[in-house]
């Protein structure tokens, strides 16, 4: 069975700018959670998406957002970036919503963002 | 205070050493607590999940509970250069959010 994917694997924006990035989760998965990781904060909850609809969010600003189609496939898209933005974006399928008690997160290699 | 902590390392040990991996956290409601082992340039992957207090083992890997303590170890016995990595502990919050610590970057030696 493929893993969790993600794209695009790099990318490079300027201050401003807007970003998409896409995550596949793994067949039959229907939660895709997003996270941001960087060296500095560690792993942090972005949201939660389950059957289309938003389960859970982060404390990040309305910059951030994102959205899940109908064949569990998820996009986030951070607007006017900000230098602060840049980090490891990370995302991670579960078949029910995260957090339960049997429930495990398979991780996808995420996407690296830096932002000039 | 973060919820959860985490000593970021980096952590350096010989070949064959028995690694201690901890984290501490402040919320008493928490009640399921997992380990997850990231590679350079790759996704968290989870390593051991336990619930209760005690010890839980797999292989040369134990997971320990200490919830009247708020503590939670990861023991690797016999490390290996293959366990360099960074180590994260993370636990559900009530509301579903995985609340990870910062992560312990660990390099062992051969």
């Known amino acids: 069975k493929a893993g969790v994917t993600q794209t695009p694997r790099y990318l490079i924006k300027t201050r401003g700018q807007q970003v998409t990035l896409s995550c596949s989760p793994i067949?039959?998965?229907?939660?895709v959670s997003w996270y941001q990781q960087t060296p500095g904060q560690g792993l942090q909850f972005l949201f939660e998406?389950?059957?289309?609809?938003?389960?859970n969010k982060g404390n990040f600003p309305g910059r951030f957002s994102g959205r899940q189609f109908s064949n569990s496939r998820s996009e986030m898209n951070v607007s006017t970036l900000e230098l602060g933005d840049s980090a490891l974006y990370l995302c991670?399928?579960?078949?029910?919503?995260?957090?339960?008690?049997?429930?495990?997160?398979?991780f996808g290699p995420g996407t690296r963002l830096l932002v000039l | 205070q973060k919820e959860v902590e985490q000593d970021p390392g980096p952590l350096s040990v010989p070949e064959g050493a028995i690694v201690s991996l901890n984290c501490t956290y402040s919320?008493?409601?928490?009640?399921?607590f997992m380990w997850y082992r990231q590679y350079s340039r790759k996704g968290p992957e989870l390593l051991m999940y336990?619930?209760?207090?005690g010890n839980k083992e797999d292989g040369r890997f134990t997971a320990q509970v200490d919830k009247s303590s708020k503590y939670i170890s990861l023991f690797i016995r016999d490390s290996q250069p293959s366990d360099s990595a960074t180590y994260l502990c993370a636990m559900p919050n009530q509301g579903g959010k995985l609340i990870f610590g910062q992560g312990t970057e660990l390099s062992v030696k051969p």
């Open positions: 336990t619930y209760s207090s």
């Open positions: 919320n008493s409601a928490f009640q399921y």
């Open positions: 998406y389950f059957s289309e609809t938003q389960r």
């Open positions: 067949s039959g998965h229907r939660s």
């Open positions: 991670a399928s579960s078949l029910q919503p995260a957090g339960g008690r049997q429930e495990t997160q398979y």
